[in-house]
């Protein structure tokens, strides 16, 4: 396992992706205790403590979704967390074209994470968004009190109206920041379906050319979307 003197490794296990509650410094966030784990350190500092504000903002502005015996102890509310990579660990015998089963190993480390390892609030009111570089593939996974509110209908159109901003290359921070604004909207039921329309102002790099499946195209996924895929091509 990477320590925080050491090269953390490209491509991560699930079992061994860090907790950034519990190893701060091995998400990439030095000393801070942060619902963000960016080992691999495909943010700017600033732009992660940017988004950690964004997190706070959430937790600390949304109705507490729990029973109200929990509400009184807890008076947060839903808890939103990011996992980066370089890269996944996936099966030996993998095919990288299937983009289903990219969705469906993309799913299975984010949902790891949630109710595995990193266990984040007290009645599964956490969501994590985990992206993948390399593979090029987003993808929430929501406990069973957050899914309630932030649903695969909110997810598919959030995704799709983030879709430009990830790729190698591309703004991933404004992609996370847009991402996280629209789940704070759902959650705080101020939410309105809308078409994703780019700024006249916005110009963002064009989409390199690979030859790999994930290279090119973002592959987006909830935890209710297992047995669906959802490709977006990048604009």
């Known amino acids: 396992m990477a320590t ?5 490794p490209e491509i991560w296990s699930k079992d061994e992706y860090p907790n950034p509650q519990k190893k701060p410094s091995e998400c990439g966030r030095n000393n801070k205790i942060s619902y963000i784990c960016d ?13 950690d504000k964004l997190i706070d903002d959430i937790r600390n502005h949304t109705t507490c979704p729990c029973s109200a015996y929990a509400c009184r102890h807890k008076r947060q ?11 996944m ?9 299937d983009e289903l089963k990219l969705l469906n190993d993309a799913g299975l480390f984010a949902s790891h994470l949630r109710g595995n390892s990193w266990k984040f609030g007290n009645c599964m009111e956490s969501v994590v968004i985990f992206y993948s570089l390399r593979d090029n ?11 309630i509110h932030l649903t695969n209908k909110h997810i598919v159109q959030i995704s799709e109206n983030t879709r430009r901003y990830f790729g190698k290359g591309r703004p ?15 959650f705080k039921n101020s939410y309105g379906y809308r078409q994703a329309n780019p700024s006249q102002h916005e110009h963002l790099p064009a989409t ?9 195209r973002l592959i987006a996924g909830s935890a209710i979307l297992m047995a669906t895929k959802f490709v977006m091509h990048l604009l």
């Open 77 to 87: 509310g839903f808890i939103v967390a990011i996992a980066l990579a370089e890269g």
């Open 137 to 147: 593939v987003v993808f929430t996974s929501t406990g069973q009190t957050a899914m």
């Open 208 to 216: 390199p050319r690979a030859s790999r499946s994930g290279a090119n």
């Open 89 to 97: 660990q996936r099966p030996d015998d993998t095919d990288d074209d």
């Open 4 to 8: 925080a003197q050491s090269h953390p």
């Open 39 to 51: 080992p691999n350190k495909l943010l700017e500092p600033k732009e992660a403590a940017a988004l």
């Open 172 to 186: 991933l921070y404004k992609g996370l920041e847009k991402m996280l604004k629209e789940y704070r909207s759902v």
